[in-house]
Every structure is written in structure tokens, then in C-alpha cells.
């Protein structure tokens, strides 16, 4: 086996774990943003300003 192949599997290895510790690290932030966000009620915010565009596309509102 040649030196040059066996290296590039290992970058590609380090790559590879970078990627996962980056997905992660958002999935881990994204996760907190939503309790963040459960935690201020912003649950009903969110809800309202939906029935209102659904509303508003339909018509009604």
C-alpha cells in the first residue's frame, strides 16, 4: 500500500469527525434555542401569528 493513500484515509477520518462534532454542536444549540424558547412562552406567539397568515391566505383574516 502506498504512504500517500493510507494518509489521506486518515484526514479523511479527522474530516469526518469534524463534521460530526460541528452537526453536534448545532444540533446541541438548536435543542437549547427551542427550550429557550418553550421556557418563554413563545409557543403561543408563534402559534397566533400562524393562524393569523393562514387566515389572511385564505381570506378571512
Avoid: H, N, P
Wanted: proline share 0%; with cysteine; charged share 25%.
Amino acid at each position: 500500500m502506498k504512504a500517500g493513500v493510507k494518509s489521506s484515509g486518515k484526514r479523511w477520518k479527522r474530516s469526518t469527525d469534524k463534521i460530526l462534532m460541528w452537526q453536534v454542536l448545532l444540533f446541541m444549540a438548536g435543542v437549547l434555542a427551542f427550550a429557550v424558547g418553550i421556557y418563554r412562552d413563545e409557543v403561543r406567539t408563534v402559534l397566533m401569528k400562524a393562524i393569523y397568515i393562514c387566515l389572511e391566505c385564505i381570506g378571512i383574516g
